[in-house]
């Protein structure tokens, strides 16, 4: 790979140690975004749905 701009040697290499998950004490946290400001919004009430949904499954 060719790129003249980037310094390999000051790049950072993957060890499997760094790479593993961890373990956590909370479900999962997941980002709902929607895309209106609008007072009745269909991806708002999509993301309200979800919510709910997630909120049940994990909780």
């Known amino acids: 790979m060719n790129l003249p ?3 390999m040697n000051l790049l950072d290499q993957p060890t499997l140690e760094k790479v593993q998950a961890k373990e956590v004490n909370h479900p999962p ?3 709902l975004l929607y895309g209106s400001n609008r007072e009745r919004s269909y991806s708002r009430i999509g993301g309200d749905g979800s ?3 997630f909120g049940a499954v994990w909780c």
Do not use: A, F, P
């Open 5 to 7: 701009n980037v310094d």
């Open 29 to 31: 946290r997941i980002l």
């Open 51 to 53: 919510r709910t949904y």
